[in-house]
């Protein structure tokens, strides 16, 4: 057998960095190829990011849906990772094929956007005929991910084993190469994750992105294969069969499968726990992967130079990954004290606004995640060293480390997930993968000083009590999840926490906040108050049960999206509707509602008529074949990742073609946190499918939120009909929100058909592809200047009802209840500047205009 230095030579390579037609390491072909790396981390990034987003639409946003779509995703890259790594070493010329990588990546990712917006042709049928179980949507959704998916991410896959075959026949430090390969690879996709998170897919588009993307990797096949053809086609010569085959230390691969576990069902958990800090905008996921890709990229250079550079790899390796655990023993500290770490450093460097959040989130994620992640990222450079014993660098090592570190990644994001958080909770999770790191340290350490097997098991176990005993001595009565802001008394509150509870969606609880001597109860959904007790919700969440099914008159099967507390529900449920379809995605807010919300809902899940179905509600619409006399739409706010998609013309018209003839439409949505043209262009996108819109604002109470209604067909009001069904428990229930008149409910119109097209204007639409409120609204971070310019907004476009009444009405009491209103709502605007002063002043002349209209007097008398 030949040296490796002969094998090289055989190739067209000499080792020590010339090659026989005097080409020297490095070349500009390298340099380009290193460079072409980074752009394709870049680029694979923010196809994952837009891929997830456009299969979200079509297979839904639960975590079920995210499991298949990830798993198709991981699933690709591993195949490529271990077809590519077996077939390297045998490649004529590693980088051409690299570039041709590329460039199919590229030309197939210009189709996906269209491949996406048609996958619903495939997988509707198929969801109609398949049993309606978790289990079986996910394998379904797998599938059907898989399809637009499947060749690129192989091709990812392929491209590092295929690219480090490159380097390792060309000069000298391969290790230091493969883990600059790695870490510039990594940086590119941390670049990419922050390009496309905070700038690409707001200011382009979905599509555009993904075009932007795909041109990089054309750029790189053209400028690759224009540098081969020209000054490297000699180096396309087969290796020598003499170099012999690849011998490979397989003991790695069961390891790599466990720490590739460990770093994604980590990575499940802390954005399951900074979620509750950061909140839930797309801003705040961008900073959590990027931190995680910045200690990995990091991580990779040094392990790297490492392994370049000192012998006893398998040492290195045992310590590093012994950091992962002992950096975890240390967050349960560091989560626990989170919160007013935020505030001390946010008071102390005056960090305020949008930039001065964005700051604090990477100052914050930096403290808690550098040190696991860097620890992470230094493992793969020190397993490539050790992977082939014979000190060769080739693809097929590579290859096969990726695809069972890949396996692990999938595996671990997927149980973490669906099992070990909603049995264990978070922080138990943390610790068994603390557990699972701390093993394969011992496991490592062990193998280089313990010859007895016996010994090393031993030594493993004693590791693991030592640190489930300093777990249990220092944390294990601690419930950090419960120590995040959101959930910690403000200076004037005491807060009472009656329900935590945490499935694979979401981390819901129910507390009972005491203030000003009123108390109420409110339902967070990760850390987002979404339903509660309050006036204004109490009120909001009546109007957008009743006001509907009032104005249809005749509904009998309603669809209701979004359960929360369960009081728009209970609303409905008091109309003579022979079912009621409550669509919500995470099933601890069901449980929280039937067990605390009864107050508001009445024990509604116990009616006959109730049919819960967990699913995504965008996800039920597409797929069911069923139709609807109304569709209430109640949603969480726009500006969380993921719910901008329930705001956007494509969910509107979706939503139109499950209504039949005469069928309402009615969508709540906010006035804080958006910005005037967040609300006109979530507006006009609704219009463009109901042309017959109406607007409500419940004046009743200082309020934070609309009620948008619309139908295709009209948008007249039968008076006559409002005044037969207030009778009853329907009156009882309006009576409770000052709305037992029909003269009382018009109080509340704002506007409609025209008068909404003109409040809107000529914004552009809000549509899946253009997503920019999810952005744009992220950045509104004052609720009470968004609350008043919105409030300002819709009382300037307010007018007169009386175009779209029929039947009987006392106009003379319309008019004085309009004109008392005016005043009403900018003493409202003015309240919530604080301007208490001037808002007593507009509020007065409201009692005299209408003594009748006094339901918000004890707000500015206090």
């Not at 329930?646 to 039949?660: E, G, I, K, P, V």
């Amino acid at each position: 057998m030949k040296t490796m230095e002969g094998a090289h030579k055989s190739m067209g390579y000499d080792s020590g960095g010339m090659s026989e037609h005097g080409l020297r390491y490095p070349t500009l072909v390298n340099i380009i190829a290193f460079t072409a790396f980074f752009a394709s981390g870049f680029a694979a990034l923010v196809y994952q990011v837009v891929w997830f987003r456009m299969t979200a639409t079509v297979l839904g946003n639960t975590v079920h849906a995210s499991a298949a779509v990830l798993a198709a995703f991981m699933g690709g890259l591993a195949i490529g990772g271990l077809a590519f790594g077996r077939i390297a070493p045998r490649l004529k010329s590693p980088l051409f094929v690299y570039a041709i990588q590329e460039v199919i990546i590229g030309l197939w990712a210009v189709a996906t956007p269209w491949m996406f917006t048609h996958l619903h042709i495939l997988f509707v049928p198929i969801a109609h005929t398949v049993p309606d179980t978790p289990a079986v949507g996910t394998v379904t959704r797998f599938f059907t991910a898989l399809l637009p998916m499947l060749l690129p991410t192989i091709l990812m896959g392929g491209t590092l084993p295929v690219l480090s075959e490159h380097f390792s026949r060309v000069g000298k430090l391969p290790y230091l190469k493969v883990g600059s390969l790695y870490s510039l690879n990594t940086f590119g996709a941390m670049v990419g994750t922050a390009v496309a998170g905070f700038v690409l897919i707001e200011q382009l588009g979905l599509q555009n992105t993904i075009w932007l993307a795909a041109a990089i990797n054309i750029v790189i096949f053209i400028l690759l294969t224009a540098l081969v053809s020209q000054r490297t086609l000699h180096w396309q010569t087969e290796i020598s069969t003499e170099a012999g085959p690849v011998i490979l230390q397989r003991y790695l691969l069961p390891i790599f499968f466990a720490t590739g576990f460990a770093a994604l069902g980590l990575e499940v958990c802390w954005t399951r726990l900074l979620v509750l800090h950061f909140g839930s905008s797309v801003y705040a996921f961008s900073v959590m992967l990027l931190i995680f890709l910045l200690g990995v990229a990091v991580g990779a250079f040094v392990g790297g130079w490492i392994a370049q550079h000192y012998r006893y790899s398998e040492l290195w390796l045992g310590i590093f990954i012994m950091v992962i655990p002992i950096a975890l023993f240390a967050q349960f500290y560091q989560f626990l004290n989170l919160s007013r770490w935020m505030d001390m450093v946010g008071e102390n460097l005056q960090l305020s606004g949008h930039i001065g959040t964005i700051i604090l989130y990477l100052m914050s994620g930096l403290w808690l995640l550098f040190i696991p992640t860097l620890a992470m990222g230094l493992t793969f450079p020190l397993a490539v060293r050790l992977i082939q014993p014979d000190e060769r660098v080739s693809g097929t090592g590579i290859g096969h480390l990726y695809f069972w570190n890949t396996i692990g990644n999938l595996t671990g994001a997927i149980v973490v997930a669906l099992v070990m958080v909603p049995y264990l909770g978070v922080q138990r999770a943390i610790l068994v993968l603390a557990l699972i790191d701390l093993l394969v340290a011992v496991y490592l350490l062990a193998r280089l000083y313990l010859t007895w097997e016996w010994g090393r098991a031993i030594a493993a176990i004693a590791a693991a009590v030592v640190f489930i005993a300093g777990y249990q001595t220092f944390y294990a009565k601690e419930r950090m999840m419960e120590e995040a802001g959101p959930f910690l008394p403000k200076p004037d509150e005491k807060r009472q926490t009656l329900f935590f509870e945490e499935d694979s969606t979401a981390t819901v609880s129910v507390q009972h906040i005491t203030s000003n001597n009123r108390g109420w109860l409110s339902l967070n959904v990760n850390g987002v108050n979404v339903a509660g007790t309050t006036p204004d919700l109490i009120s909001i969440q009546k109007l957008q049960g009743h006001l509907p099914l009032m104005v249809h008159g005749n509904a009998k099967s309603v669809c209701h999206i979004g359960l929360g507390s369960g009081g728009t529900a209970a609303a409905v449920a008091l109309h003579p509707v022979k079912q009621i379809t409550i669509v919500e995605m995470a099933p601890s807010v069901i449980a929280a509602s039937r067990r605390y919300m009864r107050g508001v809902n009445y024990g509604v899940l116990d009616d006959p008529r109730i049919r819960l179905i967990v699913n995504d509600g965008r996800n039920f619409l597409l797929t069911t074949t069923e139709t609807f006399d109304v569709i209430l739409s109640d949603s969480i706010h726009p500006r969380y990742a993921g719910n901008g998609s329930l705001y956007t013309l494509d969910y509107f018209r979706l939503c139109s073609q499950r209504l039949n003839p005469g069928g309402i439409v009615s969508m709540w949505l906010p006035i804080y946190g958006l910005t005037t043209s967040n609300y006109r262009m979530i507006l006009r996108s609704f219009r463009e499918v109901f042309p017959h819109t109406i607007v409500w604002y419940v004046n009743s109470t200082i309020s934070s939120y609309t009620v948008v209604m619309g139908s295709r067909e009209s948008a007249m009001i039968d008076m006559n009909s409002l005044s037969a069904q207030l009778t009853g428990r329907v009156l009882t229930d309006m009576s409770l929100i000052h709305a037992h008149e029909p003269e009382r409910i018009l109080d509340y119109f704002i506007t409609a058909d025209d008068g909404v097209g003109k409040l809107a204007g000529d914004i552009p639409f809000h549509t899946d592809d253009n997503p920019v409120v999810e952005y744009e609204s992220a950045r509104a971070l004052d609720r009470h200047t968004t609350v008043f310019e919105n409030l300002k907004l819709i009382a300037m476009a307010r007018e007169e009802p009386f175009r779209y009444l029929t039947g009987r009405y006392n106009r003379a009491r319309l008019e004085r209840f309009y004109e008392a209103t005016s005043h009403s709502l900018l003493a409202q605007g003015l309240h919530v500047l604080g301007k208490t002063v001037e808002a007593r002043k507009e509020y007065s002349q409201a009692i005299t205009i209408n003594p009748e209209d006094m339901e918000p007097l004890d707000l500015f008398v206090q």
